[in-house]
């Protein structure tokens, strides 16, 4: 008798302990799941250091790009690039910036560019 009381208190704490984590964890996955990753290419129409964005602008559709200083930034091509900073951007350059997005704006984590495409 005294086995089956421990048993059946060990059972229903085990299940209110499942049942309050489980949430948590099923919830932490579906955020992850929602972080959606891409990449933006175009022309830079318009650089924002006040806000830290810029505005690509691709096949006359504008989209936004958030950057912030962890962003990594390099100059050409894929096959030859090298590091560079923000400020040597220019408005009317090509740019590809991986990252992911919030909404419908990237949050970039590394962009390249150059004059032309």
């Given at each position: 008798?005294?086995?089956s009381?421990?048993?059946?208190?060990a059972?229903g704490?085990?299940?209110?302990?499942?049942?309050?984590?489980?949430?948590?964890v099923s919830?932490?996955?579906?955020?992850?799941a929602?972080?959606?990753?891409?990449?933006?290419?175009?022309?830079?129409h318009?650089?924002?250091?006040?806000t830290?964005?810029?505005?690509?602008?691709?096949?006359?559709?504008q989209r936004?790009?958030g950057?912030?200083a962890d962003?990594?930034?390099?100059?050409?091509?894929q096959?030859?690039?090298?590091?560079?900073?923000?400020?040597?951007?220019?408005?009317g350059?090509?740019i590809?910036c991986?990252?992911t997005?919030?909404?419908?704006k990237?949050?970039?984590?590394?962009?390249?560019?150059r004059?032309?495409?």
């Amino acid at each position: 008798m005294k086995q089956s009381f421990w048993s059946a208190l060990a059972l229903g704490l085990g299940l209110v302990v499942g049942l309050t984590i489980v949430p948590g964890v099923s919830a932490k996955t579906a955020k992850a799941a929602k972080v959606k990753k891409g990449k933006i290419t175009g022309t830079v129409h318009m650089i924002n250091k006040d806000t830290s964005t810029l505005t690509v602008t691709k096949s006359n559709v504008q989209r936004q790009i958030g950057y912030s200083a962890d962003t990594k930034w390099m100059y050409g091509t894929q096959s030859s690039n090298k590091p560079a900073t923000f400020d040597q951007l220019k408005e009317g350059w090509y740019i590809n910036c991986d990252g992911t997005f919030e909404g419908t704006k990237l949050m970039a984590s590394a962009c390249r560019f150059r004059e032309t495409k």
